[in-house]
C-alpha cells in the first residue's frame, strides 16, 4: 500500500521558500563580490576549496573536482585558468611526485582574501535570517503525518 507522503504547514513551505531565496541572495551576493574582484563564480569556489580544504591548503585536481561536483577534464580547464592568470601553481607531491597539488600564490591568496571577507560580512549581516528559518524547518511534521502512521504502524 502507497503512503502517503508528509504534510507540510505553510510555514514550511514558506520557510523552504524563504531559506532557498535568503541562500540564492547570498550566492549572488558572493558572485558579484567575485567578479568585482576579477573572479568568475567558478573560480572562486576554486580558490575557496584550494584554501579550505580540511587538514592542508591545496588539493589535487581530482580532489578539487569532487569538492565541486565538476567532471575531472572541467576541474583541469579551470585549474589552467586560474594558473594562467597566476592564481594557482602546481606542486609535485613531497611523499609521490606522480601526484600534483594546486596551491594558490600570493596573488590568488589576496584575491581570496578580498572576496571571502565580503562575504563573511554578509554572512553576518543575514545571520539571524537563515537561524529563523532553520528553527522552523527543524520542528518536526505535525501529528498525524504520513511519517507518524509510518513509524508507528496501526
Known sequence: MP???PRLSQAEY?????????????LRCSEETGRAAGLKPQQYLAVLT????????GLTIGE???????RHHSAVGLVDRLAFLGLVRREGGRDDRRRVYVKLTPRGSAKLLRVATANRGELQRIRSRFQLLLRILQTDLPSGSARDSEAHPQ
Not at 514558506?14 to 547570498?26: S, V
Not at 579550505?52 to 591548503?57: I, K, V
Open 64 to 70: 578539487l573536482a569532487e569538492r565541486l561536483q565538476v
Open 50 to 57: 584550494f584554501w579550505g580544504f580540511p587538514g592542508r591548503q
Open 14 to 26: 514558506e520557510a523552504l521558500a524563504g531559506f532557498r531565496y535568503a541562500l540564492r541572495q547570498f
Open 3 to 5: 503512503t502517503k507522503a
